[in-house]
């Protein structure tokens, strides 16, 4: 039998591949995606959980091409195995203000933090139903509760994702399909929060910035969790932090 597959939708070098890891250590292949501009850090991804001693493929597109999705889904099933877990992770934070935030800038911004969320999750729930089991899991943000000042653009998008979410958990939950939606509410240890961030080695010192490992832990969670108990939205923060 071959492995079932985690496809892990913008896996990059923190949160989506310390789930990609975290999936891979379960037994399932970890299909990692990001765009083809960034093949070589994919593959590298890829290799470093092969180094590990467990299953990774690399397969870059863009998750804003509708074609390219559905190529991408098809190549899995044939030559990984069967999708069990999806995992859409484009973040697409951006901050301006109303008055300069473009058409251009707002439609990208949608683009990739809604419409590729959108396409990962209908191509996944197409291989899912017939079989009726899996996982479909979409991150959020902050932004995907309340929108903040100059994140029109972002808030905007991440809470259609959220609403996407609750959409499609509400219609596959009963086919047999967990659909979950986390709300990522805090500053992850990446090196872009590292360069902005003032106190930034003692607030990781004093767990005050998510760790990438944790979250993907909470990701395994929800893919285990018993039927009889499934979460729809899960919050993660800091134990410090405001909210």
């Given amino acids: 039998m071959p492995n079932p597959a985690a496809v892990i939708i913008g896996a990059g070098d923190a949160t989506g591949g310390a ?38 493929r690399a397969f870059p597109a863009d998750a804003r091409d509708e074609e390219a999705m559905i190529a991408l889904f098809d190549r899995i099933e044939v030559e990984v195995g069967p999708v069990e877990v999806a995992v859409f992770n484009i973040g697409a934070n951006v901050n301006f203000p109303i008055s300069e935030t473009t ?86 240890d990446t ?7 003032p106190d930034f080695d003692n607030a990781k010192v004093q767990d005050l910035i998510l760790n990438p490992a944790a979250i993907a832990a909470n990701y395994v969670m929800l893919h285990k969790q018993p039927k009889s108990a499934w979460t729809h939205e899960l919050d993660l923060r800091p134990w410090g932090e405001k909210w």
């Avoid at 292949?29 to 092969?50: H, M, Y």
């Avoid at 090196?191 to 961030?197: A, L, P, Q, V």
């Fill in 19 to 56: 789930i990609a890891r975290a999936f891979a250590a379960e037994g399932l292949t970890a299909c990692v995606n990001r765009r083809e501009r960034n093949t070589d850090a994919l593959e590298a991804l890829a290799q470093s959980i092969r180094d590990d001693g467990h299953q990774a």
């Fill in 103 to 188: 058409v251009r800038v707002y439609t990208k911004v949608w683009e990739m933090a809604c419409l590729g969320g959108f396409l990962m999750g209908r191509e996944a729930a197409k291989r899912m139903i017939p079989r009726g089991r899996g996982t479909i899991l979409f991150t959020g943000a902050t932004a995907s509760l309340r929108g903040g000042s100059g994140f029109a653009a972002f808030s905007g998008a991440k809470g259609a994702l959220r609403m996407l979410a609750q959409s499609m958990a509400r219609e596959l939950g009963p086919q047999g399909i967990h659909v979950a939606h986390t709300v990522i509410d805090g500053a992850i």
């Fill in 191 to 197: 090196d872009f929060i590292k360069g902005r961030h």
